[in-house]
């Protein structure tokens, strides 16, 4: 997908992440899995907390070209060097302030590498999630496309994927409403992570898990869920089992009985 002539290559990546928001605070999750097939995997980090305790946390998770992601991570983080709140984010004064300037780092590399990928028949491929809670307003998330735009999260749409979307979307849409507690909306983010690595190889443990309680302006829990978790095994039967009863359960459909 990522390099010309369908073949993979090392620095490219096939990824999982999720941010949700509900009333309660964010919920972020990432796998850590890059991968060029079955015989070449390697772990890297997609998920980034940029915060100040007491008055900001800010979080950054990362899909698409690896060279590309690890480079507007890097540009963000040497901008924390600058008393400029057009390059720190630790100085903006919200998060949508915060999304543009990572999105402006986005499109600094777009305009100076697209060029290069269509050159060699591949595509440049990368897009962010971004959330977390400025002092003086709330908790928002973004979704950040390769060209630096983005749009934000609203109680309609209160989740953004990236990646391989479409395995863990069912639960999401099933499951997550408002006045889900953050604890709740985290065990459906693994959930739709077990969904998905059922379901793609290229997808896989550890799991990143970030949880952030609004107005606290700390992160409560950020833990790394590696494939043997207990919790994440037991949530993993605990909902296969489930599904097998809720199935076996289900009315038989009476077409052609000898009853219709």
């Not at 507007?72 to 057009?86: H, I, T």
């Not at 950040?144 to 979307?169: D, S, V, W």
Request: hydrophobic content about 40%; some cysteine; aromatic content about 10%.
């Amino acid at each position: 997908m990522f390099a010309g002539a369908g073949a993979k290559r090392p620095e490219d990546e096939m990824s999982y992440c999720l941010g949700i928001k509900v009333a309660e605070g964010l919920v972020f999750a990432s796998d850590s899995r890059t991968n060029a097939g079955v015989d070449s995997v390697s772990t890297f980090r997609k998920l980034f907390v940029f915060d100040e305790p007491g008055e900001r946390v800010i979080v950054v998770l990362t899909a698409g070209n690896l060279a590309v992601t690890q480079e507007v991570v890097n540009m963000v983080d040497r901008g924390l060097a600058f008393d400029d709140a057009e390059r720190n984010i630790l100085l903006v004064e919200s998060m949508f302030d915060a999304a543009r300037v990572i999105g402006n780092c986005l499109r600094t590399v777009f305009d100076r590498d697209a060029d290069y990928f269509k050159a060699h028949s591949s595509e440049f491929v990368a897009s962010l999630i971004v959330g977390g809670q400025i002092k003086g307003e709330r908790p928002r998330l973004f979704m950040l496309y390769p060209i630096g735009n983005f749009i934000e999260a609203c109680e309609e749409t209160p989740y953004f994927q990236l990646g391989e979307t479409k395995y863990g979307k069912p639960i999401l849409e099933r499951v997550l409403a408002p006045e889900l507690g953050v604890m709740e909306t985290a065990k459906c983010a693994l959930v739709s992570f077990d969904s998905t690595i059922q379901a793609n190889i290229s997808v896989g443990p550890p799991i990143d898990l970030l949880i952030y309680r609004s107005d606290t302006f700390r992160v409560e829990t950020r833990q790394r869920i590696e494939e043997n978790d207990p919790y994440f095994l037991g949530l993993r039967q605990h909902w296969s089992e489930g599904l097998r009863r809720v199935f076996t359960g289900a009315p038989d459909p009476q077409w052609g009985s000898a009853d219709s």
